[in-house]
């Protein structure tokens, strides 16, 4: 009898045991993704629900060997500097829980930015998207069309989001929710470019997301960055954070944009100057930052905030291209309805992509076909290394009037 009932107790607590090892470990509530893309490496992030000491196992393509990263201490938001490794190489990386690799939280893959004068960085594509938001299923819609699209280009490089990640962007688990459970398939292959929009507005979470480092102390310690890929500058200006300095912040983008005069400029932020759209353009900032970026022959701007696609004819240069489809409520147009400037309008879910050649960079904008189970490009179109900016001066201002009510339309 007594034998018996160390049996059971020994089944007993073997069940438990098993039952305890096969309990799932939570995912992450957020990534893993990259962001701060460099020749050398990436930052990894990701965040848990309990502080944990992370950990990423990091393998070059080919390489027999691979490297390994510890978190210095336990922490739920997770931004661990992946460095050291090769020059335009693919890698994998492999997050864990536990400094001895506990518990595999996830994987994604990332090439390395191009060598200094590499043929990769001369000739690449790139892709960008924004405004995500509420409509999940048409973030998901996106993701869908633009992994394929990454995947068909086999152009691992990055992609930028023009900011509104979520609609409760100081919110985790709204921006977990909105942003980057349906975008988990896009950030498992590509590292992120971010802008802050207004509804991250002036919040930590947003850093805190996207720890970039080295942010510009010239810029004045707003969330504004400078983003070097072969070929391409990008300048991301943060609208919702006041820098200590208007001066400075314009001193420091004049620079930055003087320092890439061999290279393709853009720059990009969330509220447009030039739009058609539900808010129309922001006078303010075009009054603040227009002669600076003409000065600088910046080739394009890439905003969002308009939930909309709509490309501009170079003003004095600049073309100005809003793509704000990525899954936020869409809407139709609603100021300066009929401007000139306007070359195309479209109120559907969208991303874009630029192929950057020595000399002239390829547009392609992707939306829903016509019968809407697939996508195709409805926008096209090039833009030459010298796109005969006139100088420093102001373009032209037209006086935001509301028009009719926008026209919705429906959800692709
Ligand atoms: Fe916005």
Known sequence: MRSLAMILTFAFFTLCSAA???????????????????????????????????????????????????EPKAVEFHALKVTGLAAGTEHQVEVFSGAAGGPALGTLRFRTA??????????????????????????????????????????????LHTGDFAQGGSDEEATAEQFFRPAAPLLARLPLVPVRGNHEGGTDLFPKYFPIPDRPEASG??????????????????????????????????????????????????EPMYSTGSHGGNVGFRKEVESVLIAGKVHAVFVGHDHNYERTKPINGITHLTIGGGGAPLRGKGFDVGADWSVKFAATVHFLTVAVSPDKLSFKVFGPSAKGDEFEAFDAFEIPKDCAWPGARPGPRPEPKPAEPPAIKPAA
């Open 20 to 70: 305890a090892a096969e309990k799932p470990v939570p995912g992450p509530l957020s990534g893993p993704y990259a962001v701060a893309l460099a020749a050398d490496g990436a930052t990894i992030c990701w965040q848990t629900e309990k502080k944990a000491v992370g950990l990423a196992v990091v393998k070059a393509e080919g390489a027999a060997e691979a490297k390994t990263f510890t």
């Open 114 to 159: 191009p060598q200094a004068g590499a043929k990769d960085g001369a000739d690449f594509a790139f892709f960008a998207y924004g405004d995500t938001r509420t409509r999940k299923d048409a973030h998901e819609q996106v993701i869908k069309a633009l992994v394929a699209e990454v995947e068909r280009l086999k152009q691992h490089t990055f992609v």
């Open 221 to 270: 310690h707003a969330d504004d960055l400078c983003f070097d890929y072969g070929s391409v500058r990008i300048l991301a200006l943060d609208q919702y954070t006041r820098p200590k300095s208007e001066d400075g912040r314009m001193k420091w983008l004049a620079e930055k944009l003087a320092e890439a005069k061999d290279r393709w400029r853009f720059v990009t932020f969330h």
